[in-house]
């Protein structure tokens, strides 16, 4: 389903101001986009996935730069090819090196609750429990960080070792599939 395109342009002018619903609106409209697109370069479910939120943790990094006179789509999915040539370039090398840099955080103001917050806190804890072992194990793992152990972006960034954009996007994408198993049954 193609989004019109003044209403695209109007949330990518919100995410530029920091907007979360905007963030969330472009994450959720291009998702399919993206993950399609690295699965069939990949053919693994699970890199597909990392170069996914990847992609997503750049774009909004970066989301400033975009330029409007060409597409939202066709700019994330080069954006994409380039963090899959990356992750090539880290798998070839297997050294790990542990230089740790500083690294410029696109800060994705919180707005307060979202439709998926608002259906998660309303489950029962047990339940949603049950719910959150059905996701995968990284977001999982993402979810009881933030909610169970109210850690902050900038501390799951260090605990999972990963650029706090990563992490912002991991949670959205966790929210996200959350809710749809909640609101399934």
């Known amino acids: 389903m193609e989004i019109a395109e003044t209403i695209l342009k109007a949330y990518i002018q919100k995410a530029k101001l920091g907007n979360q619903v905007a963030f969330n609106f472009l994450l ?7 993950y399609g697109f ?3 370069r990949v053919q693994n479910e699970n890199d597909a996935e990392d170069i996914t939120i990847q992609t997503f943790s750049k ?14 789509k066709t700019w994330l999915i080069t954006i994409s090819k380039n963090v899959h040539i990356d992750f090539l370039r880290k798998r070839k090398k297997l050294i790990e090196t542990t230089e740790e ?16 917050d608002k259906i ?3 489950q029962n804890l047990a339940k949603l429990l049950r719910d959150i072992k059905k996701l995968k ?22 605990q999972l070792q990963e650029p706090m954009n990563n992490v912002k996007v991991k949670l959205l994408r966790a929210k ?3 809710a749809e198993i909640i609101q399934k049954q």
Request: overall charge negative.
């Open 120 to 122: 998660i806190t309303e």
């Open 137 to 158: 194990p990284h977001y999982q793992e993402v979810i009881n960080l933030r909610y169970f152990q109210e850690l902050s972006y900038k501390e799951i960034s260090a």
């Open 38 to 40: 690295q699965l069939k």
């Open 28 to 34: 959720n409209s291009f998702w399919n986009d993206v």
């Open 101 to 116: 840099q500083e690294e410029e955080v696109y800060q994705i103001i919180d707005d307060g609750p979202t439709p998926e």
């Open 176 to 178: 996200k599939l959350l």
């Open 59 to 72: 774009a909004f990094d970066k989301i400033d730069t975009f330029d409007e006179q060409y597409k939202f």
